[in-house]
């Protein structure tokens, strides 16, 4: 559906340069619902103005629904559905004069408009609003509407830019229920961007991270935490009780106990934070808390499996477990592992 090749922008900005995109390269099949996902200003609205035909890019080159976005824009345009940051409709125009306007756009017959109209009116949840303004929407309303325009000559591609931004959770859970509907219904692939981590982890089937204008990941969500982010697993294990001298001891046990259980020990030295893209070990570290107790950290890609196995290791070696945590790996940690830098910090 999509190829491109070395795609950038560069923006001349009075004596300002700005490098928006420095060559993204990216496939996406027919039928795929990827989910381009970075901090804000890191290029995802210009590649997708780029990729619609909407903006000419600097170098590189692209092909959408089979035609070349320089050569054959038409076509392009044709064959996709585009949805723009912020809201497509005239403020004051009645909900269904807007689309029966873009169905003429796409050149419909009046009889085609109508039906389409008041079908996507209804598969949208909008039945009802046609005889109302825009301006006279809620915020998720309006979305949806935005959507409803895009799929008014039904593509067999579409692009989304932020649908969902701006939203309350509510309507965002809404609006991506409607687009899995949709989806379904005609069959469509599907690109949006987002800077959401939670909604690309769970809605999107695969995830291309940007930033600075270019890619630095892209995989389905398990497999970007799989590669670039470790589950952390705590447990409290009991000491012996009485004299501290058992104390290295105690540490000595539990890593004793735990041996089978991890990978490959790191010895508690690895590099904090670190991904586990270079060959992924297992990393323990013990330390003794002021009670005596051992607390034991285990990054690790698979924390759900270690977990169970951690604690009948101990409970086999005679170790009482007091208490037992698992952190599973997040978006968020694959985009810091990557880039250094928090997505959630940014975002807020
Ligand atoms: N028309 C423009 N003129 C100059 N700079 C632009 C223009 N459009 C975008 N930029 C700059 O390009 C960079 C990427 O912007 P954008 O693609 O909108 O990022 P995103 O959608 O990921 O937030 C930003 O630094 C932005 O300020
Ligand atoms: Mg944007």
Redesign the pocket.
């Known amino acids: 559906m999509i190829h491109t090749e070395g795609l950038t922008k560069t ?1 001349h ?1 009075k004596k300002e340069v ?1 490098e ?2 420095k060559g993204i390269d990216v496939d996406v099949r027919e039928g795929e619902l990827v989910a381009f996902l ?10 997708l103005r780029m990729l619609t035909s909407l903006l000419e890019p600097t170098s590189g080159r692209a092909e959408v629904a089979g035609f070349d976005i320089r050569t054959q824009p038409a076509e392009v345009r044709s064959r996709i559905g585009y949805i723009g ?1 912020g809201n497509g409709g005239g403020f004051s125009y009645r909900v269904a004069d807007e689309l029966h306007n873009q169905g003429r756009f796409y050149g419909l017959p009046a009889s085609e408009y109508q039906r389409r109209a008041a079908d996507l009116l209804a598969a949208l949840e909008l039945d009802g609003l046609g005889k109302r303004t825009v301006q006279s929407l809620s915020g998720g309303q309006r979305r949806r509407l935005d959507v409803a325009l895009g799929l008014m000559n039904h593509p067999p591609l579409l692009f989304l ?2 649908p969902t931004t701006g939203l309350d959770p509510h309507s965002r859970a809404n609006l991506w229920e409607h687009i899995g509907v949709l989806r379904e219904r005609y069959g469509m692939t599907i690109v949006l ?1 987002t ?1 959401y981590l939670d909604e690309a982890d769970s809605m999107a089937e695969r995830v291309v991270v ?1 930033d600075h ?1 270019t890619i630095v990941a892209d995989a389905p969500p398990a497999a970007l935490k799989r590669d670039h982010a470790d589950d952390v697993v705590t447990l409290v294990v009991a000491g012996t009780p009485g004299s501290p001298a058992q104390v290295p001891d105690d540490v000595t046990r539990v890593r004793a106990a735990l041996a089978p259980v991890v990978g490959e020990v790191g010895g508690g030295a690895g590099e904090p934070g670190r991904g586990g893209s270079d060959g992924p070990g297992d990393r323990l570290h013990a330390t003794v808390g002021a009670g005596g107790d051992v607390t034991v950290t285990l990054s690790t890609t698979h924390g759900a499996d270690r977990l169970p196995e951690a604690i009948e290791s101990l409970r086999v070696a005679g170790l009482s477990v007091r208490s037992a945590g698992l952190k599973q790996a997040s978006l968020d940690d694959v985009f810091l592992n990557l880039t250094g830098r928090s997505l959630r910090e940014e975002a807020a």
Request: no cysteine; net charge neutral; hydrophobic share 25%.
């Open positions: 923006f900005r700005v928006a995109v970075g901090p804000n200003g890191a290029g995802k609205s210009t590649t940051q830019d932020e961007t800077h940007i204008g």
